[in-house]
């Protein structure tokens, strides 16, 4: 008999909508991830991904890593870029896990969602949650494309990494035309990150 | 690409095509499929390769083999479906053997992420005798392509290379150069009678060939490092291979392992042994079981699919499930799951724009029966759409539709199909349709482009995978060729015309090819016109719902257009009842 303990094996779970940059966002992690020093795994699903589909990525790190997917429960970090998404990760979560979540509802088509319900199911979700509109801290920073970077921002305050491996990793990934743009958003993201760390982490932010 | 050391986090698609490209392959050919397609998008990048994509995988292997005899290393890429196209030659590729190294990568897609059947290729290489090799992690993927190509030319045989969606997808750490291997032999191009031309005579003594070289592979097998054991501090074994190594091996790093490389033919004396060294082995494979049933007719005391599932994907969760039900591990009992909260679930959809739209609302309103076909446009068969009856394998569409068009005369018959589908395997059913007399009326979405895949060019695109330009294949002309006399272009913008001819030549006793010509929105490049917006005037009919359009949405019992989604095709404009209550800025 053998105890399947879990080696020492930490997880972001990416999720959200085709379109919203999941996989590039996750390719970022991975990368600071193994400018750290650690091992990466990460999987991902094509197919049909563009046609406006639920989109997620799973990054797992650590000293060895095998599997590239993680366990129910097991689940770190949420990155989510809408809270219908976010809901859908609940599985993965434990009370531990830290979730960034982005405040917005993308629509399905010929569905009417009761935002109530979902907010009040992600108000019931038992971990430590940033649910902040990041699309206005974009908007301030004159681009709404840096959503992702922003809240990447606020993800590497919580990672056992230096916010200097992500930074590494943008400069890496991130084209260099939008690269000035993207290092701002990813500071601005470390100073809302430092602000909710240092409040109580249970109460979500708006 | 420079030749030095990168250390980098690369999918096993990328590792296959560097693997390929050190291992001295200089020509690829395959047809797109999820999760396969993105191996010769990287392959082309090297230099001094020839890659290119094929209308079939059958003609992709066909050509990889031609390739092989001429003296170059070669492989073929596809899905796991795509092998049934392609098992043609591969079960006579067996008894021709190769000149240069030959490999076939095939990709399955346990779980069916983007796939109608998710059958075990594993079988192939039974069925056809020839080896297999099955990488569990990115490095592997790498080097046993390598490995393949020295494997396929020291038995003459083609070597078949499985990956899985979890192989293909995932992304790991490799470090790795970009160095071509020093083992290059050269290989003339010979006329060999006996060896390439497969008729009886030459057959008969080639398939007892065959027999025997299987014969020598399995020796070699239990003799290849490729097939290895990891030894572990616990008493219980684990045989497995792929990507179950990586659960397997994650939950329960003590125990000792078997890791199959080389899955056909199986290493058996080589497990016989390890499993006589441990007290209880377990083997943990996805999708069918493949491996215990080769151990159990040699009479290896194993247990496998009494724990594990058949069908679906494995996972950390279910491998877990199956060895705390075999007793290899204790029942975790504090771990408490969150819920899975009932959510609405997000399906794809065509995409704002997409030209396949007003074919399909079209056909919503006309009810003929639809059989369908393989591409995006199956979304066409999802509700509110709901204009497809059909979908069982690519190129089935028109085929299908004939046999459906002759047996009975309640139902009207559509048949539709891409453009990249129709080349791959409908236009025989088109000269068919055509020789028989059917009648029957065939849309073809010809939007320029593979579009489900990710973008690949087609023989309609007018530019091939290394980017040459060359005059499209016209289908209309090629329709007129075959003899056909009904045969109509339409822009399926034009709402009124289409929905027009579609209906005209569903409602004519007689053989019609509708050509439908709008481009894909995406690829090659994505289009957007000004968006549209919805007026006071709307009187909340919920008609432009039925489109199914991601641009739309319905507040306040209004319908909204979201200008940032919205690309201008007009077509909600066009099904909209009330004049102006959907207007152009």
Known sequence: MCNGSKMDIKSILFAGVGGDGIITASNVAAMACMLAGFDVKKSEIHGMSQRGGSVSAFVRFGEKVYSPTDALGQVNYLFATEKIEALRANKYLNTASIGIINDRIVPIINQEIDTEYIDKKLESVKIRKIVKNFAEDALKLGNPKVINTIMMGVLSCYMPLEKEYFTEAINKIIPKRILTLNLDAFYEGILIGENTRNKNYSREVN | MDDRTTKAIISGNEAVAIGAYKGNAHFASGYPGTPSSEILDYFKQFKDVIAQWASNEKSGLEAALGASIAGTRSFATMKHVGLNVAADPLMTSAYTGVNAGLVVVTADDPGMHSSQNEQDNRYYAKFAKLPMLEPSNEYEAMAFMQYAFVLSEKFDLPSIMRLTTRIS?????????????????????????????????????????????????????????????????????????????????????????????????????????????????????????????????????????????????????????????????????????????????????????????????????????????????????????????????????????????????????????????????????????????????????????????????????????????????????????????????????????????????????????????????????????????????????????????????????????????????????????????????
């Open chain 2, 169 to 585: 997808h995932s992304l790991g750490i490799v470090k790795y150069d970009t160095r071509r291997l020093d083992n290059e032999k050269i290989f003339k191009m010979k006329k060999d009678f006996q060896k390439y031309v497969m008729i009886p005579s030459n057959a008969i003594k080639k398939h007892k060939s065959l027999l025997k070289k299987i014969e020598e592979l399995e020796i070699y097998s239990n003799e290849s490092p490729i097939n290895r054991i990891i030894k572990g501090r616990s008493s219980v074994g684990i045989i497995t291979s792929g990507v179950s190594y990586n659960y397997a091996k994650e939950l329960l790093p003590d125990a000792h392992f078997f890791k199959v490389g080389l899955t056909y033919p199986m290493p058996v004396e080589k497990i016989k042994n390890f499993v006589e060294s441990v007290d209880r082995a377990v083997v943990i494979e996805e999708l069918e079981p493949f491996m215990e049933e080769e151990l159990k007719i040699a009479g290896v005391k194993v247990e496998g699919k009494k724990y594990f599932p058949t069908d679906g994907e494995l996972n950390l969760d279910i491998v877990k499930n199956g060895l705390e039900k075999c007793g290899f591990l204790k029942k975790d009992k504090s771990k408490v799951i969150f819920e899975d909260f009932e959510l609405p679930k997000r399906p794809p959809a065509l995409c704002p724009g997409c030209p396949h739209r007003p074919v399909f609302d079209i056909l919503h309103s006309l009810k003929p029966y639809v059989t369908g076909d393989i591409g995006c446009y199956t979304l066409g068969a999802i509700a509110p759409l709901s204009a497809m009856h059909t979908t069982v394998c690519m190129g089935a569409s028109i085929s299908m539709g004939i046999g459906a068009s002759k047996v009975q005369d309640d139902e009207k018959i559509v048949s539709i199909i891409g453009d990249s589908t129709f080349f791959h395997t409908g236009i025989q059913p088109l000269v068919d349709a055509y020789m028989n007399n059917a009648k029957l009326t065939i849309i073809i979405l010809d939007n320029r482009i593979t579009a489900m895949t990710g973008g690949q060019p087609n023989p309609s695109s007018g530019f091939n995978l290394n980017n040459k330009k060359f005059e499209p294949v016209k289908i209309a002309s090629l329709a007129r060729t075959i003899g056909i006399k009904r045969v109509f272009e339409v822009d399926q913008y034009n709402y009124e015309e289409t929905k027009r001819i579609i209906e005209r030549e569903i409602n004519i006793d007689e053989l019609s090819v509708i050509v439908a010509l709008r481009p894909c929105v995406l690829s090659p490049k994505k289009i957007k016109d000004e968006p549209l917006v919805v007026t006071d005037k709307c009187i909340g009919c919920k008609r432009c719902l039925r489109i199914a359009c991601p641009a739309i949405d319905f507040v306040n019992n209004k319908a909204v257009i979201d200008a940032d989604l919205c690309t201008g095709c007009n077509v909600c404009k066009s099904v909209c009842p009330v004049e102006g209550a959907i207007i152009n800025v």
